[in-house]
């Protein structure tokens, strides 16, 4: 199972981090992946971490978003600073069985976590 924790209401410029704890599997011999979902729109990835450990970030987060994980906790962190209200929507992590950044790949999701960034 996927539990996430972390998402609120911030104003623009304002941070947050995102917290995906992984529960019953082990997640590293999987891609994992954050992703982000506007309401009226698909899902879109954010960032993905691979069955090696590296981290891949949508180049159009970079400098703004980092994602880390620990394994020991079995628990992944999507870091989101200098938010903007075009950042906001139900942010979620998934699994997939092989590295990608398409979500009909990922079987496995948690229940997504709202964020909300307003100007």
């Known amino acids: 199972q996927l539990a996430l924790s972390g998402g609120g209401s911030v104003q623009a410029g304002g941070s947050l981090r995102l917290s995906c704890v992984i529960t019953g599997l082990t997640y590293r011999p999987y891609c994992m992946g954050w992703f982000r979902q506007a309401p009226g729109n698909w899902r879109e990835g954010v960032a993905t971490v691979d069955s090696n450990g590296i981290t891949t970030l949508d180049p159009s987060k970079k400098g703004r978003f980092t994602m880390s994980q620990d394994t020991a906790k079995n628990t992944l962190y999507l870091q989101m600073n200098s938010l903007k209200p075009e950042d906001s929507g139900t942010y979620s992590c998934?699994?997939?069985?092989?590295?990608?950044?398409?979500?009909?790949?990922?079987?496995?999701w948690g229940p997504g976590t709202q964020v909300t960034v307003s100007s």
């Open positions: 998934g699994r997939a069985r092989a590295y990608s950044w398409l979500t009909s790949d990922y079987d496995l």
